[in-house]
Every structure is written in C-alpha cells, then in structure tokens.
C-alpha cells in the first residue's frame, strides 16, 4: 500500500480538521464508540497513553504532598442542594439514579459529575483540629456528565481523570495550593506532553461553579483552536460553609477551612492529538507514547537480519525504552505507513545491507527525516534521539502557537482573529455585556486573563479597559 492510498483513510487535516480528528483516532485504534450515546472504549494503546499520564502526573502529586484515595460513585441529591450556586452549574450535566433492586429509591442519587460535595461530607467528619491540616488527597476515577454533543476524549458523557480536593487553615495556604497545581500541571503539559500552555484566572463567567477564583491551562491546537486542558480552583469557605468543615484553632475558636479542587482528564489525550498530530495520523511526544521506538526488517529472511532486530529490541527494553518488533509479514511499506499512522516516535530499519555496513536507518516521526547512525552504539543513539525529540516537539508547538497569537482593538480584529485561527489578546472593561457580546458576534470566549498586560479601550465599547483577555474559540 503506497503513502497517499494509505493516508487516504484519513480525511484531509487541512480541509476538515474535525473529521480528521474522529479518523484518527478511531483508525489508530485509541478508542472506539460505547453502545449509549456519548460513552467511548479507551482501546489498549488509547489506555496506554492514559497509564503514562497517569504515572507521571501520580508522581508530581505524591511529590507535592498528596495522597490518593477513593471515593464512591454515587452521590445523595441532597448534597448537590448545599450549594446553590454549584448545583445551578452542574444540574444540566447530572445523571440521576431513581430505582434500584426493583424499587424506587428514598433519595435519588447523582452519578458523580465531580466529587467537591462528596470530600465536603467526609472532610467535615475527619476534621476536628487544626493539627488535622491541611488535608490534600487526590482521586483517579471516573465522572459522568451528560453532555448533548460529545467527540472521543474532548468530552464525552463518561470520562477518566483525577481530581484533588484539599483543605486548609487559611486563605493563603489554600491559595497557595490553587497556584501550586496550577504550576505542576503547567510544568506536566510542557515537559511531558510537549504542549505548550497558557495559565491563568478565568473570568466570572467561566469561574467553576462555586468557586471563588479559577484557573485555566489553555493549549493552541493545530486549527487554532483553544483546549481547556486543565483547572485549578480556589473555593474559599464556600465549600466549607456548605458542608460544615470546621475545625479547632490553636486559639480554641472554631473556624472553617479554606478549600481547593484541582483536576485533569482523558481531554489531554485528545489535546496530544490535535497539538501534535499531521496528515499522516499521530505523532506522540516520545515521554506519552506506548511505543517509542520500532524495529523494521527489510528483508528479514536473509543475512541475520531478524536475529539482528530481535537482538536491538532486547538491548533497548533494557534501557526502559518502549520498543517493538515488527516481524509480521506484511510489506515494509505497509509497516511503515502504519507505525506512522500511529505516531511511533522512532523507526529503526534494519536489512542485509546495512548490516554489511555496519549500520541502521532511523526515521524520525516528528521531522519525517531518515539518516544512518553505526549499528554498534545505536541503543545510546535512540537514547539521546528520544529525548531530542521531545524537546523538538515542544519547540515546534510553541513557536506555531506563538506566531498565531495576535492582538485586537474592536470586536472586528476579535472576529477577523479567531477566523484566522488565532489566539486574541484584546482590552476588556470587566462588563459582563461585552463579554457576552464576543461571543455572540465572534462564536470566541475569554479563556484567561492576561496577567501583567494592560490595553487603553475596552474592544466592545470602548470604555476604559480593566483587564487584558485572551479570547479563542475553544472545544
């Protein structure tokens, strides 16, 4: 199967980015259609890049002073009534349990679209004194929000992610927290992922429902595009207000914690999707990707070559290098179009010739670039070569976002930007009218705001402006 056949499976990225995405990740098989409208099976090499985000980010969590536990599924009604403002915002999105062994149940329970009431309940038993904290815990689970238009990972009815929920003897610590996870998300986006990001305060219009303050990562994806990858949220004593998380202070007063929640999700295997990947199907930053390596013979049955490749992959497992052998019987072209399909980040080619010469081709996914490297030493060489292209990736991320970041003065340059595919900085006089009005005219919404830049003039009406926003359209 030539190239352009073979990638004629996949839609045009160029001309329907949307129809790409669903090729893509169906044709590489990460992910298939569950049975109930809006679900999805997370394919085992779909699962596999949940399990190296998983790991990675578990580590930056028990570095940070965390521990994980588990919380149950379904939640009372009840608790999603103690707090109003949180109940409004999710009430949309709430799946409700209302029979169960043949009966209708006292009370209906909600099928968890977050945990914030259900740590509440449980932090205000477990907390008695201000020797009790903080109280920092993390879950890995799954939520269910009942989305109307839902696409593999970005969002879907049911999905995986981990959730934080921690408690604090004061605004500062809890803040302090909130900002803390902010930075450990942003540092896992950049150094793992290879996604360059954006952090920063949402508007009240976009603030998690209930919380006092968020805070946004926001990611450029290849149709210019944002993608909310991740938030952090200061609650303030809302939360424990709403669930009586009070404790004893040293000076033998009783007061209520300050609270924070903080979460990622399966969204970031979509964002790795659309950030990184090409007309050609994936390409996986080498620290996510199931496969980091792959091994190709060329003419397997002559002069030692499949000894040879079987030798190399027992050399590089060693090293904790992700590597396959590819000894199927299918054509060396197929092999290669379909690895690359896959966003393996290094193919390894190996046939009678270059074992004369004492030599392996590699074919980098990121640059599509071949070159020979001696075969003596090669295990270093895929060594250093991974993690050049981990840092190429992140390179190349950010200086395409970087050139796709302008800014506006009216709402026709907000327009003629997102039309363009761009990130748009305009003045924002902090009015909830001109907000509403951006996004009614451009289809654009305020991602984050700006931190440390200032404008003279509100787009919208002119007024003085107040704060500096980054308006994109977004998934």
């Not at 190296?52 to 521990?67: M, P, Y």
């Not at 999105?93 to 329970?109: I, K, Q, R, S, Y």
């Not at 060693?318 to 072209?333: A, K, T």
């Not at 896959?342 to 074919?363: M, Q, S, T, W």
């Amino acid at each position: 199967m030539d190239k352009e056949s073979f990638v004629g499976q996949i839609a045009d990225i160029d001309k329907d980015f949307p129809q790409w995405y669903t090729d893509v990740v169906l044709k590489t098989k990460l992910v298939d259609y569950g049975p109930v409208k809006g679900t999805m099976v997370i394919r085992p090499y779909g699962y596999a890049v949940w399990e190296l985000i998983q790991s990675e980010l578990d580590k930056r969590f028990k570095a940070t002073g965390h521990s994980n536990a588990y919380f149950p599924l379904l939640i009372p009604m009840s608790y999603f009534q103690k707090e109003a403002e949180h109940v409004e915002g999710f009430a949309p999105e709430v799946a409700v349990v209302t029979h169960a062994g043949g009966e209708e149940l006292a009370e209906p329970l909600a099928i968890r679209p977050t945990s914030e009431t259900m740590f509440g309940s449980m932090y205000s038993k477990w907390l008695q004194s201000y020797r009790d904290l903080p109280i920092k815990i993390n879950q890995w689970c799954n939520v269910m929000r009942w989305e109307k238009t839902t696409r593999p990972f970005l969002r879907s009815s049911e999905f995986l992610w981990q959730e934080g929920h921690t408690a604090h003897a004061t605004a500062e610590e809890a803040m302090e927290e909130t900002m803390t996870m902010l930075g450990v998300y942003k540092e896992f986006a950049e150094n793992v992922l290879a996604i360059p990001v954006i952090t920063g305060r949402k508007t009240e219009k976009e603030k998690f429902a209930g919380g006092l303050a968020t805070y946004g990562m926001e990611a450029m994806m290849k149709d210019g595009k944002s993608l909310q990858a991740g938030t952090s949220h200061y609650f303030g004593q809302n939360f424990a207000k709403a669930f009586d998380i009070k404790f004893l202070d040293k000076d033998g007063s009783q007061k209520y914690a300050y609270t924070s929640s903080w979460g990622v999700s399966t969204r970031l295997i979509g964002a790795i999707i659309m950030t990184h990947g090409d007309s050609r199907g994936l390409a996986f930053p080498p620290k996510v990707a199931p496969v980091q390596a792959v091994i190709i013979p060329i003419a397997a049955k002559k002069g030692g070559v499949n000894e040879a490749c079987l030798a190399l992959k027992e050399k590089l497992a060693g090293l904790g290098i992700r590597v396959e052998f590819d000894c199927s019987d299918n054509s060396p072209g197929w092999k290669f179009n379909e690895w690359e399909m896959k966003g393996v980040p290094l193919r390894i080619e190996i046939g009678p010739r270059d074992l004369e010469n004492g030599k392996a081709v590699i074919f980098r996914r990121d640059t599509l670039e071949k070159a020979e490297y001696p075969i003596d030493g090669i295990e270093k060489t895929v060594c250093e070569l991974l993690d050049t292209v981990q840092s190429d990736m992140l390179e190349a991320a950010r200086k395409r976002r970087d050139e796709r970041i302008t800014c506006a003065k009216d709402l026709a340059g907000i327009l003629a930007g997102v039309e363009g595919g761009k990130f748009v900085k305009a003045g924002w006089c902090g009015a909830r009218e001109c907000e509403d009005k951006v996004k009614e005219e451009t289809a654009a919404t305020a991602r984050v705001f700006a931190e440390g830049e200032t404008a003279e003039k509100c787009a919208v009406c002119g007024k003085k402006a107040r704060h500096v926003i980054i308006f994109a359209r977004a998934y």
